[in-house]
Protein backbone atom coordinates (compact mmCIF):
# COMPACT_ATOMS: atom_id res chain seq x y z
CA UNK A 1 0.00 0.00 0.00
CA UNK A 2 1.37 3.41 -1.09
CA UNK A 3 1.59 5.82 1.89
CA UNK A 4 1.09 9.62 1.14
CA UNK A 5 1.19 12.90 3.89
CA UNK A 6 -0.73 15.82 2.59
CA UNK A 7 -1.31 19.38 4.10
CA UNK A 8 -4.19 21.66 3.59
CA UNK A 9 -6.98 19.03 4.18
CA UNK A 10 -9.32 20.53 6.08
CA UNK A 11 -11.20 21.62 2.41
CA UNK A 12 -10.68 21.97 -1.14
CA UNK A 13 -8.00 20.24 -2.96
CA UNK A 14 -6.33 18.44 -0.44
CA UNK A 15 -9.67 17.17 1.24
CA UNK A 16 -10.85 16.31 -2.22
CA UNK A 17 -7.46 14.50 -3.15
CA UNK A 18 -6.96 12.57 0.08
CA UNK A 19 -10.90 11.19 -0.05
CA UNK A 20 -10.50 9.99 -3.66
CA UNK A 21 -6.91 8.66 -2.99
CA UNK A 22 -8.43 6.72 0.03
CA UNK A 23 -10.73 5.38 -2.03
CA UNK A 24 -7.92 3.87 -4.47
CA UNK A 25 -6.48 2.51 -1.93
CA UNK A 26 -3.47 4.55 -0.62
CA UNK A 27 -2.90 5.14 2.52
CA UNK A 28 -3.35 8.84 3.19
CA UNK A 29 -2.27 10.85 6.09
CA UNK A 30 -4.22 13.87 6.23
CA UNK A 31 -3.25 16.81 8.20
CA UNK A 32 -5.01 20.16 8.71
CA UNK A 33 -4.27 23.55 11.06
CA UNK A 34 -6.61 23.31 13.37
CA UNK A 35 -7.90 20.72 15.98
CA UNK A 36 -11.49 20.94 15.18
CA UNK A 37 -10.66 20.01 11.11
CA UNK A 38 -8.88 16.74 12.61
CA UNK A 39 -11.39 15.60 14.54
CA UNK A 40 -13.39 16.26 11.45
CA UNK A 41 -11.61 14.04 9.04
CA UNK A 42 -10.82 11.12 11.89
CA UNK A 43 -14.69 10.73 12.42
CA UNK A 44 -14.32 10.64 8.69
CA UNK A 45 -12.17 7.91 8.89
CA UNK A 46 -8.77 9.13 7.85
CA UNK A 47 -5.82 8.58 9.86
CA UNK A 48 -5.36 12.75 10.65
CA UNK A 49 -3.18 14.64 12.87
CA UNK A 50 -2.56 18.37 13.10
CA UNK A 51 0.14 19.88 11.40
CA UNK A 52 0.76 23.99 11.45
CA UNK A 53 3.29 25.03 8.97
CA UNK A 54 3.89 27.70 11.32
CA UNK A 55 5.60 25.69 13.46
CA UNK A 56 8.61 23.89 13.34
CA UNK A 57 7.49 21.59 16.79
CA UNK A 58 4.02 20.61 15.10
CA UNK A 59 5.79 19.60 11.73
CA UNK A 60 7.89 17.42 13.40
CA UNK A 61 5.46 15.56 15.56
CA UNK A 62 3.37 15.29 12.58
CA UNK A 63 6.30 13.55 10.99
CA UNK A 64 6.88 11.21 14.01
CA UNK A 65 3.23 10.55 14.12
CA UNK A 66 3.09 9.42 10.43
CA UNK A 67 6.52 6.97 10.74
CA UNK A 68 4.68 5.51 14.06
CA UNK A 69 2.02 4.63 11.65
CA UNK A 70 4.19 3.55 8.74
CA UNK A 71 7.36 1.48 10.37
CA UNK A 72 9.37 4.66 9.23
CA UNK A 73 8.32 4.74 5.79
CA UNK A 74 7.03 7.41 3.43
CA UNK A 75 6.40 6.82 -0.30
CA UNK A 76 5.16 10.57 -0.95
CA UNK A 77 4.48 14.05 0.09
CA UNK A 78 1.80 16.68 -1.00
CA UNK A 79 2.44 19.78 -0.22
CA UNK A 80 -0.87 21.77 -0.70
CA UNK A 81 -1.26 23.64 2.84
CA UNK A 82 -1.03 27.53 1.78
CA UNK A 83 -3.42 30.93 1.99
CA UNK A 84 -3.36 33.85 -0.03
CA UNK A 85 -2.61 37.43 1.86
CA UNK A 86 -4.34 40.18 -0.40
CA UNK A 87 -3.27 44.02 -0.37
CA UNK A 88 -0.65 46.33 -2.32
CA UNK A 89 3.10 45.60 -1.48
CA UNK A 90 3.30 49.41 -0.06
CA UNK A 91 0.65 47.96 2.69
CA UNK A 92 2.11 44.66 3.88
CA UNK A 93 4.21 45.16 6.67
CA UNK A 94 7.23 42.63 7.44
CA UNK A 95 5.38 40.99 9.73
CA UNK A 96 2.93 39.96 7.18
CA UNK A 97 5.16 39.47 4.64
CA UNK A 98 7.12 36.59 7.18
CA UNK A 99 3.56 35.10 8.12
CA UNK A 100 2.79 34.59 4.36
CA UNK A 101 6.25 32.84 3.85
CA UNK A 102 6.38 30.95 7.26
CA UNK A 103 3.20 29.10 5.80
CA UNK A 104 3.44 29.47 1.79
CA UNK A 105 7.54 28.34 1.97
CA UNK A 106 9.36 27.92 5.08
CA UNK A 107 7.44 25.47 6.84
CA UNK A 108 7.05 23.22 3.21
CA UNK A 109 10.83 24.01 3.11
CA UNK A 110 11.29 22.35 6.84
CA UNK A 111 8.24 19.15 6.09
CA UNK A 112 9.78 18.55 2.74
CA UNK A 113 13.61 18.66 4.50
CA UNK A 114 12.16 16.28 6.78
CA UNK A 115 10.63 13.59 4.54
CA UNK A 116 13.71 13.74 1.99
CA UNK A 117 15.30 12.05 4.91
CA UNK A 118 12.80 9.57 4.80
CA UNK A 119 13.15 8.65 1.26
CA UNK A 120 16.84 8.71 0.75
CA UNK A 121 16.56 6.66 3.51
CA UNK A 122 14.20 3.83 1.77
CA UNK A 123 15.60 4.40 -1.72
CA UNK A 124 12.40 6.27 -3.61
CA UNK A 125 10.21 9.27 -3.26
CA UNK A 126 7.77 11.33 -4.44
CA UNK A 127 7.48 14.86 -3.48
CA UNK A 128 4.44 16.58 -5.22
CA UNK A 129 4.29 21.07 -4.55
CA UNK A 130 0.92 22.47 -5.19
CA UNK A 131 1.84 26.01 -6.69
CA UNK A 132 -0.11 28.30 -8.80
CA UNK A 133 -0.64 30.24 -11.63
CA UNK A 134 0.61 32.83 -10.12
CA UNK A 135 3.79 31.24 -9.28
CA UNK A 136 4.36 31.83 -12.92
CA UNK A 137 2.71 35.38 -13.90
CA UNK A 138 1.65 38.25 -11.40
CA UNK A 139 -1.97 40.04 -10.79
CA UNK A 140 -1.94 43.22 -8.84
CA UNK A 141 -2.85 43.27 -4.85
CA UNK A 142 -1.68 39.93 -4.65
CA UNK A 143 2.49 40.79 -4.35
CA UNK A 144 2.53 38.74 -1.11
CA UNK A 145 1.12 35.68 -2.19
CA UNK A 146 2.54 35.80 -5.93
CA UNK A 147 5.66 35.93 -3.98
CA UNK A 148 5.62 33.07 -1.95
CA UNK A 149 4.84 31.30 -5.31
CA UNK A 150 7.67 32.32 -7.38
CA UNK A 151 9.70 31.22 -4.50
CA UNK A 152 7.89 27.98 -4.36
CA UNK A 153 8.81 27.53 -7.79
CA UNK A 154 12.63 28.37 -7.88
CA UNK A 155 13.13 26.33 -4.37
CA UNK A 156 11.46 23.09 -6.09
CA UNK A 157 13.37 23.49 -9.40
CA UNK A 158 16.61 23.40 -7.44
CA UNK A 159 15.29 20.93 -4.89
CA UNK A 160 14.87 18.50 -8.76
CA UNK A 161 17.97 18.85 -10.16
CA UNK A 162 20.06 18.39 -6.90
CA UNK A 163 17.73 14.91 -6.55
CA UNK A 164 18.46 13.81 -10.02
CA UNK A 165 19.52 10.29 -10.06
CA UNK A 166 17.93 9.60 -6.25
CA UNK A 167 15.15 7.72 -7.26
CA UNK A 168 13.38 10.82 -5.59
CA UNK A 169 11.12 12.83 -7.88
CA UNK A 170 9.56 16.16 -7.59
CA UNK A 171 7.00 18.20 -9.35
CA UNK A 172 5.01 21.39 -9.52
CA UNK A 173 0.93 21.47 -9.55
CA UNK A 174 0.07 25.14 -11.11
CA UNK A 175 -3.31 25.22 -11.05
CA UNK A 176 -5.39 28.34 -11.96
CA UNK A 177 -8.77 29.46 -10.19
CA UNK A 178 -10.21 26.23 -8.51
CA UNK A 179 -13.20 26.47 -5.80
CA UNK A 180 -12.57 26.14 -2.15
CA UNK A 181 -12.07 28.12 0.26
CA UNK A 182 -9.08 29.68 -0.78
CA UNK A 183 -11.51 33.31 -1.21
CA UNK A 184 -12.89 33.00 2.28
CA UNK A 185 -9.78 32.64 4.04
CA UNK A 186 -8.00 35.46 1.57
CA UNK A 187 -10.77 37.74 2.45
CA UNK A 188 -10.39 37.32 6.26
CA UNK A 189 -6.22 37.95 5.86
CA UNK A 190 -6.87 40.95 4.27
CA UNK A 191 -9.50 42.20 6.49
CA UNK A 192 -7.09 41.50 9.67
CA UNK A 193 -3.68 42.55 7.75
CA UNK A 194 -4.02 45.07 5.52
CA UNK A 195 -4.44 48.66 6.92
CA UNK A 196 -7.72 50.16 4.29
CA UNK A 197 -8.59 53.85 5.70
CA UNK A 198 -4.84 54.66 5.89
CA UNK A 199 -3.87 53.39 2.43
CA UNK A 200 -3.36 55.10 -0.66
CA UNK A 201 -5.18 51.97 -2.63
CA UNK A 202 -8.86 52.55 -0.31
CA UNK A 203 -10.77 53.18 -3.59
CA UNK A 204 -9.92 50.00 -4.96
CA UNK A 205 -9.35 48.05 -1.61
CA UNK A 206 -13.52 48.76 -1.72
CA UNK A 207 -13.68 46.57 -4.81
CA UNK A 208 -10.79 43.83 -3.79
CA UNK A 209 -13.03 43.48 -0.85
CA UNK A 210 -16.04 43.09 -2.47
CA UNK A 211 -14.93 40.47 -4.96
CA UNK A 212 -13.41 38.69 -2.16
CA UNK A 213 -16.36 38.48 -0.17
CA UNK A 214 -17.83 36.54 -2.83
CA UNK A 215 -19.12 33.21 -2.34
CA UNK A 216 -17.74 30.23 -4.10
CA UNK A 217 -21.21 29.61 -4.81
CA UNK A 218 -21.27 32.50 -7.18
CA UNK A 219 -18.51 31.36 -9.28
CA UNK A 220 -20.02 27.86 -10.57
CA UNK A 221 -20.68 29.29 -13.95
CA UNK A 222 -17.29 30.76 -14.92
CA UNK A 223 -15.84 28.40 -17.34
CA UNK A 224 -12.07 29.08 -16.13
CA UNK A 225 -12.83 28.04 -12.55
CA UNK A 226 -12.93 24.13 -12.03
CA UNK A 227 -13.58 21.76 -9.10
CA UNK A 228 -10.83 20.28 -6.91
CA UNK A 229 -10.84 17.10 -9.01
CA UNK A 230 -9.43 19.03 -11.66
CA UNK A 231 -5.87 18.23 -9.14
CA UNK A 232 -6.55 14.79 -9.20
CA UNK A 233 -5.16 13.59 -12.05
CA UNK A 234 -2.21 15.55 -12.47
CA UNK A 235 -1.42 14.45 -8.89
CA UNK A 236 -2.39 10.89 -10.00
CA UNK A 237 -0.10 11.10 -12.93
CA UNK A 238 3.02 12.58 -10.95
CA UNK A 239 2.72 9.80 -8.26
CA UNK A 240 2.76 6.93 -10.37
CA UNK A 241 4.28 7.63 -13.95
CA UNK A 242 7.89 6.35 -13.78
CA UNK A 243 9.02 10.13 -15.48
CA UNK A 244 6.74 12.29 -13.85
CA UNK A 245 6.45 16.10 -14.97
CA UNK A 246 8.50 18.77 -13.52
CA UNK A 247 5.67 21.01 -14.03
CA UNK A 248 1.39 20.06 -14.62
CA UNK A 249 -0.68 23.15 -15.85
CA UNK A 250 -4.39 23.27 -14.39
CA UNK A 251 -7.31 25.04 -16.06
CA UNK A 252 -6.91 26.83 -19.13
CA UNK A 253 -5.47 30.31 -17.53
CA UNK A 254 -2.87 28.81 -16.29
CA UNK A 255 -1.99 27.48 -20.22
CA UNK A 256 -2.81 30.87 -21.51
CA UNK A 257 -0.58 32.83 -19.34
CA UNK A 258 1.91 30.02 -19.23
CA UNK A 259 2.64 30.78 -23.26
CA UNK A 260 2.14 34.50 -23.40
CA UNK A 261 4.79 34.33 -20.37
CA UNK A 262 7.39 33.11 -23.13
CA UNK A 263 5.99 34.20 -26.27
CA UNK A 264 5.42 38.09 -25.21
CA UNK A 265 7.67 41.03 -23.82
CA UNK A 266 7.05 42.22 -20.09
CA UNK A 267 5.42 45.29 -21.51
CA UNK A 268 2.61 43.70 -23.22
CA UNK A 269 2.32 41.14 -20.93
CA UNK A 270 1.93 43.62 -18.16
CA UNK A 271 -1.03 45.52 -20.22
CA UNK A 272 -3.23 42.24 -20.22
CA UNK A 273 -2.61 41.42 -16.26
CA UNK A 274 -2.98 44.88 -15.94
CA UNK A 275 -6.04 44.71 -18.08
CA UNK A 276 -7.29 41.44 -15.56
CA UNK A 277 -6.57 43.40 -12.62
CA UNK A 278 -8.77 46.48 -13.17
CA UNK A 279 -11.59 44.36 -14.82
CA UNK A 280 -11.81 42.60 -11.41
CA UNK A 281 -11.67 44.79 -8.85
CA UNK A 282 -13.69 47.41 -10.67
Not at 192 to 202: K, L, Y
Request: aromatic share 8%.
Amino acid sequence: MNTILITGCSSGIGYYCAKALKEEGYKVFATAKKAEDVARLTNEGFLSTQLDLDSSRSIHAAINWVLSQTDGRLDALFNNGAYGQPGAVEDLSREVLTKQFETNLFGTHELTCEVIKIMRAQGHGRIIQNSSVLGLITLKYRGAYNASKFALEGLTDTLRQELTGSNIFVSLIEPGPIESDFRKNAYNAFLTHIPQQESFHRPVYEAVEKRLAKQSAERKNDPFTLGPEAVLKPLKHALTHPRPKARYYVTTPTWIFALLRRILPTCLLDKILLKISDDENK
